[in-house]
């Protein structure tokens, strides 16, 4: 066996740069905390080749001392902590003093620093091992790090990086991710010489609209919740921001962005009730805390943390978006429909009927509008568009209705409501709804007769290979029974009872909703619709369906004019 024996410092750094340094965008991310941390107000980022032939940044910070340049290459040297207690509730982005030492073993670094004091800046450069001379340099206040060619003594590391493409995405994703999260600092990414990004000091939907695209500050709504030392603040997409990637997953914990399952969790729960399926919400979220109760102590890459009362910060981070996602159509913020400003002209066309028929017509839909001091949220129904649409006049111009996906949500609404008070209310049908089953559908109706008794189903085995429902729940009593009573037999026998009641009870309510909603082709009386539209005003979450499609837009008088050219 060989004897055991020290390792040599630049070994023991090339070694932790495998867990620090993972590719260039990791020293980009060290880089750039490194200048927040020094007070930075401006941070400009320059790269080549992806980042693996130059990471450049500059700031406008604190800078370091001369006499303390070489430090800021040494192992397990910083400014940012001095004891135990200090790790315990550190607020910097940095503090374990590896990451410049770490990025020196594996590159060529070079730092140009003057500190406020000074008279005069300095610089020092290292490669490898090889630490050089501090030196004379001119330069503002603030500090210059420049890495070049990384892993040019680490071959086996070398060419396990991506094409330049792959690897100058990395690097724009960790530029994306701090620049979120210091919406009052300035940012500048140049990449090969030209401008890839340059964001001022701006408000968080400004910075948002910037990084992540306007269509998702307009489908989103503001997140605003404290409760003691816990604050949850930021931006919450709404269904229509939702993708089918968790690439617009911004959560950031005091400032740090994390990787959390905790808040993960949370977040997921509390869009169990709007997004179905695969669906993945967007959202760019700041939770703060006494630094003491978060551990960022966890991992390397600092992108885990442990929370000292996880329960806790699930809870409120979990009901703090819920309250934030679920007002009714009264509290929401309008759900504008997108108007093209090019167009066309509508050409002239003939009568395919006889005018007495829309004369008829006219007079049929020219009904009294309801008087009323102010017109409520979503206004007057005027009429159905092919039976799907609800058309209907508010104080901003029109409304378009999705009548099946707006009773869906409805129903859910009250069918959640039912269930969480302990049992679906159930109504006796005046003739018992048969349905042909097959043997497994059979034995898991008689298994589960309890369970559908929760769900508001009153069902008996009628024969050999016959159901019948005596019972259904009251908002589903003139739907398709037959159809949701195979469907919950289908979720039974899959799930089992207790799964089904717990955690696919969302799923199964959608299911449910979507037998009992009104249909496309059906004819409303405006009072019907009008009612339909009083119900979306009271119901949480009515502005999406169960599935996360919206359910109403508006169309200002702005928007028609438009289209009609008026005023041109």
Same mark, same amino acid.
């Given at each position: 066996?060989?004897?055991?024996?020290?390792?040599?410092?630049?070994?023991?750094?090339?070694?932790? @740069?495998?867990?620090?340094?993972?590719?260039?965008?990791?020293?980009?991310?060290?880089?750039?905390?490194?200048?927040?941390?020094? %007070?930075?107000?401006?941070?400009?980022?320059?790269?080549?080749?992806?980042?693996?032939?130059?990471?450049?940044?500059?700031?406008?910070?604190?800078?370091?001392?001369?006499? &303390?340049?070489?430090?800021?290459?040494?192992?397990?040297?910083?400014?940012?902590?001095?004891?135990?207690?200090?790790? *315990?509730?550190?607020?910097?982005?940095?503090?374990?003093?590896?990451?410049?030492?770490?990025?020196?073993?594996?590159? $060529?670094?070079?730092?140009?620093?003057?500190?406020?004091?000074?008279?005069?800046?300095?610089?020092?450069?290292?490669?490898?091992?090889?630490?050089? !001379?501090?030196?004379?340099?001119?330069?503002?206040?603030?500090?210059? =790090?420049?890495?070049? &060619?990384?892993?040019?003594?680490?071959? @086996?590391?070398?060419?396990?990086?991506?094409?330049?493409?792959?690897?100058?995405?990395?690097?724009?994703?960790?530029?994306?991710?701090?620049?979120?999260?210091?919406?009052?600092?300035?940012?500048?990414?140049?990449?090969?010489?030209?401008?890839?990004?340059?964001?001022?000091?701006? +408000?968080?939907?400004?910075?948002?609209?910037?990084?992540?695209?306007?269509?998702?500050?307009?489908?989103?709504?503001?997140?605003?919740?404290?409760?003691?030392?816990?604050?949850?603040? %930021?931006?919450?997409?709404?269904?229509?921001?939702?993708?089918?990637?968790? &690439?617009?997953? /911004?959560?950031?914990?005091?400032?740090?962005? =994390?990787?959390?399952?905790?808040?993960?969790?949370?977040?997921?729960?509390?869009?169990?009730?709007?997004?179905?399926?695969?669906?993945?919400?967007?959202?760019?979220?700041?939770?703060?805390?006494?630094?003491?109760?978060?551990?960022?102590?966890?991992?390397?890459?600092?992108?885990?943390?442990?929370? $000292?009362?996880?329960?806790?910060?699930?809870?409120?981070?979990?009901?703090?978006?819920?309250?934030?996602?679920? +007002?009714?159509?009264?509290?929401?913020?309008? @759900? /504008?429909?997108? =108007?093209?400003?090019?167009?066309?002209?509508?050409?002239?066309?003939?009568?395919?009927? +006889?005018?007495?028929?829309?004369?008829?017509?006219?007079?049929?839909?020219?009904?009294?509008? +309801?008087?009323?001091?102010?017109?409520?949220?979503?206004?007057?129904?005027?009429? #159905?568009?092919?039976?799907?649409?609800?058309?209907?006049?508010? *104080?901003?111009?029109?409304?378009?209705?999705?009548?099946?996906?707006?009773? !869906?949500?409805?129903?859910?609404?009250?069918?959640?409501?039912?269930?969480?008070?302990?049992?679906? #209310?159930? #109504?006796?049908?005046?003739?018992?709804?048969?349905?042909?089953?097959?043997?497994?559908?059979?034995?898991?109706?008689?298994?589960?007769?309890?369970?559908?008794?929760?769900?508001?189903?009153?069902?008996?085995?009628?024969?050999?290979? *016959?159901?019948?429902?005596?019972?259904?729940?009251?908002?589903?009593? %003139?739907?398709?029974?037959?159809?949701?009573?195979?469907?919950?037999?289908?979720?039974?026998?899959?799930?089992?009872?207790?799964?089904?009641?717990?955690?696919? #009870?969302?799923?199964?309510?959608?299911?449910?909703?979507?037998?009992? @909603?009104?249909?496309?082709?059906?004819?409303?009386?405006?009072?019907?619709?009008?009612?339909?539209?009083? *119900?979306?005003?009271?119901?949480?979450?009515?502005?999406?369906?169960?599935?996360?499609?919206?359910?109403?837009?508006?169309?200002?008088?702005?928007?028609?004019?438009?289209?009609?050219?008026? %005023? $041109?």
């Amino acid at each position: 066996m060989s004897a055991i024996r020290l390792l040599p410092d630049l070994l023991v750094s090339q070694i932790a @740069a495998g867990e620090v340094v993972e590719r260039p965008a990791s020293v980009l991310k060290e880089l750039m905390e490194n200048s927040l941390d020094a %007070g930075a107000r401006a941070v400009s980022v320059t790269l080549d080749e992806g980042g693996v032939r130059r990471i450049q940044v500059e700031d406008d910070g604190d800078g370091i001392a001369r006499e &303390d340049l070489a430090l800021a290459l040494a192992r397990h040297a910083t400014s940012k902590i001095r004891s135990l207690e200090d790790l *315990e509730g550190v607020a910097s982005m940095g503090f374990r003093g590896e990451a410049l030492a770490s990025i020196a073993s594996v590159s $060529r670094v070079s730092i140009a620093s003057r500190s406020r004091e000074a008279g005069h800046g300095a610089r020092i450069a290292a490669e490898g091992a090889a630490l050089g !001379e501090v030196e004379p340099a001119a330069r503002a206040q603030g500090t210059t =790090v420049t890495v070049e &060619d990384l892993y040019f003594n680490t071959p @086996a590391r070398r060419k396990f990086l991506r094409t330049e493409a792959t690897e100058f995405a990395h690097c724009e994703e960790a530029f994306r991710r701090i620049a979120l999260a210091r919406c009052d600092v300035a940012f500048a990414l140049r990449h090969n010489g030209r401008t890839s990004r340059h964001l001022r000091s701006q +408000p968080l939907a400004e910075r948002a609209g910037s990084l992540l695209g306007d269509e998702f500050v307009t489908a989103s709504v503001a997140i605003q919740a404290q409760s003691g030392a816990l604050r949850l603040h %930021g931006l919450g997409g709404t269904p229509q921001a939702a993708k089918a990637r968790a &690439d617009t997953q /911004y959560f950031f914990v005091n400032g740090r962005f =994390v990787r959390d399952r905790v808040l993960a969790h949370a977040v997921r729960e509390a869009y169990s009730e709007l997004l179905h399926g695969e669906r993945q919400p967007a959202y760019v979220l700041f939770l703060e805390l006494d630094p003491r109760g978060v551990d960022v102590n966890v991992h390397p890459a600092k992108t885990e943390v442990r929370f $000292r009362d996880s329960r806790a910060v699930h809870q409120f981070v979990r009901h703090a978006l819920q309250r934030a996602l679920a +007002p009714g159509v009264a509290e929401a913020p309008v @759900a /504008y429909a997108a =108007v093209s400003h090019g167009a066309p002209i509508q050409a002239a066309f003939s009568l395919a009927q +006889p005018p007495r028929t829309y004369e008829a017509f006219m007079a049929a839909a020219a009904l009294p509008m +309801p008087s009323a001091e102010r017109a409520p949220p979503l206004g007057f129904a005027l009429g #159905q568009l092919h039976g799907v649409y609800i058309l209907a006049q508010n *104080e901003a111009g029109l409304v378009l209705v999705d009548m099946h996906a707006a009773h !869906e949500r409805i129903v859910m609404e009250k069918l959640k409501k039912n269930l969480d008070a302990g049992a679906v #209310q159930a #109504q006796a049908l005046l003739v018992p709804a048969v349905l042909q089953a097959d043997a497994l559908d059979v034995v898991t109706a008689e298994e589960n007769r309890d369970a559908l008794a929760q769900l508001g189903l009153e069902v008996s085995v009628s024969g050999p290979n *016959e159901i019948s429902v005596r019972a259904a729940p009251a908002p589903l009593a %003139g739907g398709d029974i037959a159809g949701l009573t195979r469907d919950l037999l289908r979720e039974l026998r899959e799930y089992g009872a207790s799964q089904v009641l717990s955690a696919r #009870q969302n799923e199964l309510l959608a299911t449910m909703a979507c037998h009992a @909603a009104v249909r496309a082709n059906r004819a409303l009386a405006p009072a019907e619709m009008n009612a339909l539209l009083r *119900e979306m005003e009271d119901t949480e979450r009515s502005g999406s369906c169960n599935h996360g499609r919206p359910t109403w837009y508006q169309l200002t008088l702005a928007d028609l004019d438009r289209l009609f050219m008026r %005023g $041109r």
